[in-house]
C-alpha cells in the first residue's frame, strides 16, 4: 500500500510540472523524492524541503514585485496576497482532513497533505512570478 501510493504521489509530481522548462525546486524535489522511496518518512521530509523553498521564492517574488510601486498597485497585491492566502490555508485544511479520513491519520496522510500544499504554493509562486515578468518586462 505505502509503495503504491508513493509510486502515485511520484507520478503526480511529476506530471504536475509538465511545463517546457523544470524550476530548480522541482528538479531537486523529484530526486529528493527517487532517493527516498520506498519510505513515507523521507517523502514527507522531501516535500517539506519544497514546501520550504518555494515559500522562499514566494517571499523572493513578493518583494521583487512590491519594490516598485510605478508596476502595480501595492495594496491590492496585498489584498490578493492575503485573501489567496486565507484560501490555501482553507484547502491545504481541507484535502489534510480528506487524507486523514481516507488513510486513517498516519503518515500518509501527512505526506498526501504535503503534496498538495507544495503543489498549491507553487502555482501561485509561477503565477506571481509570470506576474512580474509581465510587468518588468523581464
Given amino acids: 500500500m505505502k509503495n503504491l501510493f508513493l509510486s502515485l504521489v511520484f ?11 523544470k524550476h530548480s525546486i522541482d528538479i531537486e524535489n523529484n530526486r529528493c523524492i527517487e532517493q527516498a522511496t520506498p519510505t513515507t518518512i ?7 524541503q519544497a514546501l520550504e523553498a518555494w515559500q522562499a521564492e ?5 518583494q521583487k514585485l512590491q519594490s516598485n510601486p510605478k508596476l502595480l498597485d501595492v495594496a491590492l497585491l496585498e489584498a490578493s496576497q492575503a485573501t489567496w492566502s486565507a484560501f490555501h490555508n482553507a484547502q ?3 484535502y489534510y482532513s480528506y487524507y ?6 498516519g503518515s500518509l496522510a501527512r505526506a498526501a497533505a504535503l503534496s498538495y500544499e507544495k503543489r498549491h504554493l507553487r502555482e501561485r509562486v509561477l503565477y506571481l512570478t509570470d506576474l512580474y515578468e509581465e510587468i518588468s518586462g523581464d
Avoid at 42 to 48: V, Y
Fill in 100 to 105: 486523514q479520513k481516507h488513510y486513517q491519520g
Fill in 42 to 48: 523521507g517523502s514527507i521530509n522531501c516535500e517539506k
Fill in 92 to 94: 491545504v485544511q481541507l
Fill in 58 to 62: 514566494m517571499e523572493t517574488v513578493l
Fill in 11 to 21: 507520478l503526480v509530481t511529476i506530471s504536475s510540472y509538465g511545463q517546457d522548462q
